[in-house]
């Protein structure tokens, strides 16, 4: 194979791997953080250096989970066409992979100032433990969420270096409405991952209940984003706007499924969960610069 074609056959694979179009989800809370505590006017190398420290905290959490649970996604159907279990990524190549990812996440944080370097093996510790945590407690999903609020507190900590309540409340959104999606992505797994003694919220209170939960968790993240938008004097109509937009696709997200309706689980985890990402992004940027 010609070396150009075989090296963006790698990227792709890669790409694949991590999930990279599911950067988004993270990614609008985490650039709304910072255009936010730079009133919109943030400095290119601090862009430069929380994108890059973003990507590789993203990239690398997500190829740590598909080494760890390598084993566990040969065994399930849904998930044994991943490229570990197909044997065209190895763990030990993935592993380099992660390091190096986790690597560049530091050298960002180190870039960026002293208090984000000193947090960085904080994050580095919520990447590692979430990829166990199934294994062991139903609040994986919460955990997940936890480690996906690091980006609009990490963000916010970039451009200020000191901590405040309205990027807590971002990353409270961000942690919330992560957990509540996952809760739903999660629900299509109830049979094997009871039968192969692996926790969740849809394990431990059924899936009837955990929708319930997941429901609960976004009416609390959208709570948080109206309180982050009251709190922030860049946030205005078009902020609110927003959020009576991301309310509806929550409403849709849940109409969707239902325990005995589960074949919509991925579209409405995902997909529906990248438009309510991006319509954050969105309105919350023009109200910024409007």
Known sequence: MNPIKKLIRKLHDYGKLVMFGHTVFSLSFGLVALLAASD?????????????????????????????????????PRTANRQIPRGEISVAETVIFTLLCFAGMVLGAYMLNPLCLVLSP???????????????????????????????????????????????????ANCLWTAGFDIIYGSQDYDFDKANGLHSIPVRFGIKSGLRISTGFHVAALGCLAAFG????????????????????????????????LENVTFASYS???LTSLTLLLFGVLDIYL
Request: charged share 10%; hydrophobic share 55%.
């Open 122 to 172: 904080a994050a580095l510790f919520l990447m590692f433990i979430y990829s166990y945590t199934k294994r062991f407690t139903w609040l994986c999903h919460l955990v997940l969420g936890v480690t996906c609020a690091c980006a609009p507190v990490g963000a916010w900590l970039a451009v200020t270096g000191r901590f405040s309540l309205p990027p807590l409340l971002l990353g409270a």
């Open 272 to 274: 529906v969960s990248q």
């Open 40 to 76: 919109g006017r943030p400095l290119p190398r601090v862009v430069f250096w929380a994108t890059a420290a973003f990507l590789g905290a993203r990239a690398g959490a997500n190829a740590l989970n598909r080494a760890v649970d390598a084993k566990i996604d040969a065994k399930n």
């Open 230 to 261: 009251l709190i922030s004097p860049l946030m205005g109509p078009l902020y609110g706007t927003g959020l009576l937009v991301i309310a509806g696709l929550m409403a849709v997200q849940h109409r969707l499924v239902s325990p005995g309706r």
